[in-house]
């Protein structure tokens, strides 16, 4: 029964529900891209899915459970608790003034309904957070970084400028909120390269498609084209309408 329910978790709605929560504190805390990207990280793709296995739902072999009134029971407050903890992890890797708890604690009184929380609980729940993922807070391989490199190539056409980074941005958030394609960025690369791609398609007006964009991705990434092609094509069904895709179906992404 337990097996059975740590591999439905945390459910599509219940996980929408909470990055649309951290997507919308990160835009009251006004971060920094970068800082966004690294919360997101750390809670979607590190956090949410080993906390089952911490937690021990799925047998001994998982190691030693982690045992905190913050996540027994696990109430969505407690979640909301944690997201707002990714971020305060990310600001101290990102920033040099990091996050005061006392700013993140004035927040959650706001945005989370159902529980008013201390700096110590923020304390505490760092201390969960930091053992779920097994102290594991590296952020090289994030998708943002892999895009600001790849943006380098503004610096040679002037058709980059028509490139928004804004652009690119709303695309990420679209495939982190969306479950579907939340799996993408298990592969940061090819898919900064694919967002850059789609953010080119979408910004760049067709009569002005003269950067090589393709050859450019393939250079600097060396991922195939039909991989990059293939994530191109996910992201447009996602971020825009069926009846535009089928022109952007007749791109010539060879020039």
């Not at 028509?162 to 898919?191: G, H, K």
Request: some cysteine; overall charge negative.
């Amino acid at each position: 029964m337990e097996v059975a329910a740590a591999s439905g978790w945390p459910g599509s709605s219940r996980r929408s529900h909470l990055l649309q929560f951290l997507l919308h504190a990160s835009k009251r805390l006004d971060l920094r891209p970068i800082v966004k990207y690294s919360a997101l990280e750390f809670f979607d793709a590190r956090f949410l899915p080993a906390l089952p296995r911490k937690m021990g739902f799925c047998g001994a072999r998982s190691g030693r459970a982690v045992r905190s009134w913050l996540v027994e029971p696990l109430r969505d407050s407690n979640l909301q608790l944690f997201a707002l903890v990714a971020v305060w992890i990310a600001s101290k890797i990102h920033e040099m003034r990091p996050l005061a708890v006392k700013s993140l604690k004035a927040l959650s009184d706001r945005i989370i309904a159902d529980q008013h929380f201390t700096c110590r609980d923020f304390a505490d729940a760092e201390l969960v957070f930091m053992e779920v993922l097994g102290y594991n807070i590296g952020c090289t391989n994030i998708a943002f970084i892999h895009l600001e490199e790849l943006l380098q190539f503004r610096e040679i056409s002037k058709l980059g400028d028509l490139v928004n980074m804004d652009v690119c941005m709303e695309i990420l958030d679209i495939l982190y909120e969306t479950e579907d394609t939340s799996w993408l960025f298990n592969f940061a690369c090819p898919l900064a390269a694919s967002t850059l791609v789609t953010a080119y398609v979408i910004s760049v007006p067709k009569q002005k498609w003269e950067f090589p964009i393709i050859p450019w991705v393939q250079f600097t990434t060396s991922y195939a084209e039909e991989e990059i092609l293939k994530i191109v094509m996910t992201i447009l069904m996602h971020v825009i309408k069926p009846d535009e895709i089928k022109e952007k179906n007749k791109i010539d992404f060879s020039m």
